[in-house]
């Protein structure tokens, strides 16, 4: 079924070739809990950049794993690249997919600041 974002101005817009999630995270550390992230993860090859690369810049910090990237337009980060176990992954920002029902979905709490 699949689905899509954007980040504010729509200048980063993506999509996502997995069925809707009914789960997600959030995470009390240091840069989740400043941003509000609602987060899902899928394996890189179910996303897709379909505009925007041009308007993205990186951000990284603690050990550098994750390449948090964002609009440099209106400053949201819609996703970040990642590694698992299970290879390249994208952890997606649901705040920014808009035909997700943030109160319907299973949320697990991470504690990420005990990282």
Known sequence: M????????????????????TE???????HCSRKG??????PADQFTLKSGADQLTDYLFYKHTIT?????????EAFA???SPQGDM????????PSIDLDGLTIQEIDGARF
């Open 24 to 30: 997600a995270m959030t995470c009390n550390c240091s």
């Open 90 to 97: 994208r952890a997606i920002n649901l705040r920014c997919v």
């Open 68 to 76: 948090h990237q964002f609009c440099k337009t209106c400053g949201t």
């Open 2 to 21: 699949g689905y899509q974002g954007s980040c504010h101005c729509g200048a980063v817009t993506f999509t996502v070739d997995a069925d809707p999630p």
């Open 81 to 83: 690249l990642g590694k």
């Open 37 to 42: 992230f609602v987060l899902t993860f899928v």
